[in-house]
Nanobody
Framework: QVQLMESGGGSVQAGGSLTLSCEASGYTYSGRCMGWFRQAPGKEREGVASIFTGGGNPYYANSLRGRFTISHDNDKNTLTLQMNNLQPEDTAMYYC??????????????????????WGQGTQVTVSS
């Protein structure tokens, strides 16, 4: 059974940083696409960043490029999201997602919700002004 578990959320003031982690059991990161999504109250879930663990350029939402960095460690089966200069509008539940059998590779990194098969329970990030 696949389980993805996020950690690292919390409350910070604007301008602060947080590092989110996602660990997997029953699922191997190697050769997969992994993504971070977020959902703010009253809004739809949106893609934040995603990556092909076999290499290539990650995908970032345009509004987050330069502040957020996605990375992975295949040996530790861990996905990380480094978030810097956090702003109140970054407040949301953050989810880790893993790809199934859909398109995923150096030519394309999925970044839409329905392109991912496996999901964690989420970790809350709250940024105060």
């Amino acid at each position: 059974q696949v389980q993805l578990m996020e950690s690292g959320g919390g409350s910070v003031q604007a301008g602060g940083s947080l590092t989110l982690s996602c660990e997997a059991s029953g699922y191997t990161y190697s050769g997969r696409c992994m993504g971070w999504f977020r959902q703010a109250p009253g809004k739809e879930r949106e893609g934040v960043a995603s990556i092909f663990t076999g290499g290539g350029n990650p995908y970032y939402a345009n509004s987050l490029r330069g502040r957020f960095t996605i990375s992975h460690d295949n040996d530790k089966n861990t996905l990380t999201l480094q978030m810097n200069n956090l702003q109140p509008e970054d407040t949301a539940m953050y989810y880790c997602a893993g790809s199934g059998l859909g398109p995923c590779g150096t030519w394309y990194v999925p970044h839409f919700e329905d392109e991912y098969t496996y999901w964690g329970q989420g970790t809350q990030v709250t940024v105060s002004s």
